[in-house]
């Protein structure tokens, strides 16, 4: 009697969770966590790129040990602060994870800074190739945050709208943060990790 009454109610509940939009919940839910994996990829192939950085530098800049330091700290800092998708919902985790990649950020742009000094560094064949990879690195962090910030405004604009907010608050999801929106304008630029190619000689005679 039972399974046959499970059996019997089964379709209407399974209209109720469509009607009331736990399906498009659902979904939305997982557009956010894939969004941000894809963010979290680039972090880490950018995290990646730094020690062989340093490495191709590591030569010409022997003045330059304090940027350097800073950069190598600031990986490793990156390193100790491993988050997945099922950390959105960790403010106190994100904080220190967003905080570590802005140290770092700021830390490479200095070492592109110092750079400049250094022609024959930046004719190096090996240091050319890494800063190719890390601006485009760069512009697809840049891209992915946008997406995510764009899912995650999707996702809480959704479960905020009536009825859609009963069912969201029966099934315990919450509005998500969204990291980074408030300097959204900041991330959706073009990075600056561009250097002057030196023209060839008589290029301008």
Same mark, same amino acid.
């Given at each position: 009697m039972k399974?046959?009454?499970?059996?019997?109610? *089964? &379709? /209407?509940?399974?209209m109720f969770l469509t009607g009331c939009g736990y399906n498009e919940i659902q979904r939305l839910d997982e557009q956010v966590k @894939? *969004?941000?994996?894809?963010?979290? #990829?680039q972090y880490e192939r950018r995290a990646e790129l730094v020690p062989k950085l340093v490495n191709s530098v590591n030569a010409y800049m022997v003045n330059e040990r304090t940027v350097l330091t800073e950069v190598t700290e600031a990986r490793a800092k990156v !390193?100790?602060?491993?988050?997945?998708? %099922? %950390?959105?919902? #960790?403010?106190?985790?994100? @904080?220190?994870?967003t905080q570590a990649q802005s140290q770092l950020s700021s830390a490479l742009s200095r070492l592109i800074a110092v750079s400049e000094n250094y &022609?024959?560094?930046?004719?190096? !064949?090996?240091?050319?190739?890494l800063m190719?990879?890390?601006? =485009?690195?760069? #512009?697809?962090? *840049?891209?992915?945050? =946008?997406?995510? /910030?764009?899912?995650?405004? *999707?996702?809480?604009?959704?479960?905020?709208?009536? &009825?859609?907010?009963?069912?969201a608050k029966i099934f315990g999801y919450d509005v998500k943060q969204n990291y980074g929106v408030d300097r959204q304008g900041e991330i959706?630029?073009? &990075?600056?990790?561009?250097?002057?190619?030196p023209a060839p000689a008589g290029a301008n005679g």
């Amino acid at each position: 009697m039972k399974r046959f009454l499970l059996l019997l109610l *089964a &379709p /209407v509940l399974a209209m109720f969770l469509t009607g009331c939009g736990y399906n498009e919940i659902q979904r939305l839910d997982e557009q956010v966590k @894939a *969004a941000w994996s894809q963010v979290l #990829n680039q972090y880490e192939r950018r995290a990646e790129l730094v020690p062989k950085l340093v490495n191709s530098v590591n030569a010409y800049m022997v003045n330059e040990r304090t940027v350097l330091t800073e950069v190598t700290e600031a990986r490793a800092k990156v !390193g100790s602060v491993q988050v997945s998708v %099922d %950390d959105l919902d #960790n403010p106190e985790l994100m @904080a220190r994870f967003t905080q570590a990649q802005s140290q770092l950020s700021s830390a490479l742009s200095r070492l592109i800074a110092v750079s400049e000094n250094y &022609p024959q560094l930046k004719s190096d !064949g090996l240091f050319r190739d890494l800063m190719t990879q890390l601006e =485009g690195t760069e #512009n697809r962090i *840049a891209t992915e945050r =946008g997406r995510f /910030v764009q899912a995650v405004q *999707a996702y809480n604009v959704y479960i905020r709208q009536f &009825p859609t907010v009963i069912t969201a608050k029966i099934f315990g999801y919450d509005v998500k943060q969204n990291y980074g929106v408030d300097r959204q304008g900041e991330i959706m630029r073009d &990075p600056e990790v561009k250097f002057d190619v030196p023209a060839p000689a008589g290029a301008n005679g």
